[in-house]
């Protein structure tokens, strides 16, 4: 079973090619209701996801899917938007959204706590620093577990305006 980076390496080409970007690969479930392969994809001009692009998206990866064949079993495909309360995965989402509200968590502690929510100020080297509480906290990439924006109101009028 490839891992989801590979998945993500593999899925990235022709969506790039196409006008999209890979935000997040995730393979879940396995009961009764079977696996479910989740891409998550956003426009490289930063536009809104459509159900357009969404179907778009799935159709390219399924034809790819069905060529390369990197998972073993049944499984459904399903393709989303990451929505406005996004998560945040890569470096480059962090820099995107500075200044923006974002809940993190952590692998270990961090001054003594795993969660955090702030707002996203800059990135320096492999840290992604917060005001958290009136206070910098840098949180190194590789101790992220997960994070993802806070719907706000500021953050609803940015996307509305069409700003990031």
Sequence with gaps: ????????????????ALGYDVVRVALGGGGKAGRTLQVM????????????DCAEVSRVLSALLDVEDPIQG??????????????????????????SEARVETRQPIEGRR?????????????V??????????????????????????LIKKRTQGRE
């Design 1 to 16: 079973m490839p891992s989801m980076a590979d998945l993500q390496q593999l899925m990235a080409p022709s969506l790039e």
């Design 74 to 99: 049944s499984y459904t495909l399903e393709v989303s938007s990451p929505g406005i309360d996004r998560p945040l995965v890569r470096p480059e989402d962090y820099i995107r959204f500075a200044g």
């Design 129 to 154: 620093i917060m005001d958290v509480e009136d206070s910098d906290v840098a949180i190194p990439f590789s101790e992220i577990e997960r994070a993802k924006l806070v719907l706000t109101d500021d």
């Design 41 to 52: 994809a956003e426009r490289k001009d930063r536009r809104t996801m459509t159900v357009e």
């Design 115 to 127: 969660r955090f929510r702030g707002r996203l100020k800059r990135v320096e080297a492999d840290c």
